[in-house]
C-alpha cells in the first residue's frame, strides 16, 4: 500500500534552518509528484512547493523563494524539504504529499505530518 | 491569488441529518480543479473530493460534491459518527493552490 513516513519532531532557533524527510514505498516514486503543505497550530494549510521526481523541477510557494529547497533521493524513494533562516511564525506541522507530474493536481496521499517549533 | 472562503465555521448535527458545506471562490475555479478533504485530530488530511465531484477512492458514496465557478459544496447524506470532522476545500489549479479555511462538522 502506499505509505509516506516523515522524520520526527524537531526544534531550532530563530534563524536557524531545519530539514525534513518523506519516505515513500508503494507506488513507483517517479510516476509522481511530491507537494508540501504546511499548517500553523489551528490554521488552515499553506501549499508550500512541488517536486516533479521524474524530471527534477520545482516549483515554490513565492512568498517561500529563497528559503525553501524541495530535493529527492530516488535511490530509496524519500523526499526532503529545508526551510532556512526560521522566524516563529514557521511553527506549523509539515506534511508532504503525492501529487502528479504536474503542480495541478489533487493530493492523494499524505505523510503523518513532522511538528517544526521553532522558538528561542 | 485565489482566495477559499468556507462557510459556516462550524456545523453541529445529529448523525444522519444531512448536512452541505459551502466554498466559495474569490474568482472562477474550473471544475477539474477543486477538491475536499477531511481531517480528523491529530491526523493527516484525507482526500475525498476531486475534480469538483469525483470520489477518491474507498470514499463513501454519501458523500457528493457539485459546484461551478465560484461556488462549490460538499453533502454528506447521512452522516456518520465518523464523519465529525473538520473539511477543507482546495484549488489545486491557480498559483500557488489555496486551500479554504474549513468547516468544522460537529455533533449536535
Known amino acids: 500500500q502506499v505509505q509516506l513516513v516523515q522524520s520526527g519532531p524537531e526544534v531550532r532557533k530563530p534563524g536557524a534552518s531545519v530539514k525534513v524527510s518523506c519516505k515513500t514505498s508503494?507506488?513507483?516514486?517517479?510516476?509522481?509528484?511530491i507537494t508540501w503543505v504546511r499548517q500553523a497550530p489551528g490554521q488552515g494549510f499553506e501549499w508550500m512547493g512541488w517536486f516533479g521526481t521524474h524530471n527534477g523541477n520545482t516549483h515554490y510557494a513565492q512568498r517561500l523563494q529563497g528559503r525553501v529547497t524541495m530535493t529527492t533521493d530516488t535511490s530509496t524513494s524519500t523526499a526532503y524539504m529545508e526551510l532556512a533562516s526560521l522566524r516563529s511564525d514557521d511553527t506549523a506541522i509539515y506534511y508532504c504529499?503525492?501529487?502528479?507530474?504536474?503542480?495541478?493536481?489533487?493530493?492523494?496521499?499524505w505523510g503523518q505530518g513532522t511538528l517544526v517549533t521553532v522558538a528561542s | 491569488e485565489t482566495v477559499l472562503t468556507q462557510s459556516p465555521g462550524t456545523l453541529s448535527l445529529s448523525p444522519g441529518d444531512a448536512v452541505t458545506l459551502s466554498c466559495r471562490a474569490s474568482q472562477a475555479v474550473n471544475t477539474n480543479y477543486l477538491a475536499w478533504y477531511q481531517q480528523k485530530p491529530g491526523q493527516a488530511p484525507r482526500l475525498l473530493i476531486y475534480?469538483?465531484?469525483t470520489r477518491a477512492t474507498g470514499v463513501p458514496d454519501r458523500f457528493s460534491g457539485s459546484g461551478s465557478g465560484t461556488d462549490f459544496t460538499l453533502t454528506i447524506s447521512r452522516p456518520e459518527p465518523e464523519d465529525f470532522a473538520v473539511y477543507y476545500c482546495q484549488q489545486y489549479l491557480g498559483s500557488p493552490p489555496t486551500f479554504g479555511g474549513g468547516t468544522k462538522v460537529e455533533i449536535k
Open positions: 508503494g507506488y513507483t516514486f517517479n510516476n509522481y509528484g
Open positions: 475534480e469538483t465531484s
Open positions: 504529499a503525492r501529487g502528479c507530474r504536474t503542480t495541478w493536481c489533487p493530493l492523494d496521499y
